[in-house]
């Protein structure tokens, strides 16, 4: 949808082991990582919400704008 319009430029997309190995020395380290990454799907369904129109998708975002 963005187009030419997106401002994200990506640089380096290798794969990085010992960020990696930094996620994984802990189970706290672990479960933040996992709450921040749910938080950032949540943030994008909620942002996006008042834009969807059709019921289907409103129903799978989770979104309730009749209620």
Same mark, same amino acid.
């Given at each position: 949808?963005?187009? #030419?319009? =997106? *401002? %994200?430029? +990506?640089? &380096?997309?290798? %794969? #990085?082991? =010992? $960020? ?9 380290? *672990? ?7 749910? &938080?950032? !799907?949540?943030?994008?369904? #909620? !942002?996006? $919400?008042?834009?969807? +129109? #059709? ?5 799978? =975002? $989770?979104?309730?704008? %009749? $209620?």
């Amino acid at each position: 949808m963005l187009g #030419n319009n =997106a *401002i %994200f430029r +990506t640089q &380096d997309l290798r %794969f #990085n082991r =010992a $960020g990696l190995a930094r996620l994984l020395r802990s189970r706290d380290s *672990i479960l933040n990582a996992a709450v921040l990454l749910e &938080d950032t !799907g949540v943030h994008a369904y #909620n !942002g996006a $919400g008042t834009s969807l +129109t #059709n019921p289907t998708y409103l129903l799978a =975002a $989770g979104v309730d704008r %009749f $209620g």
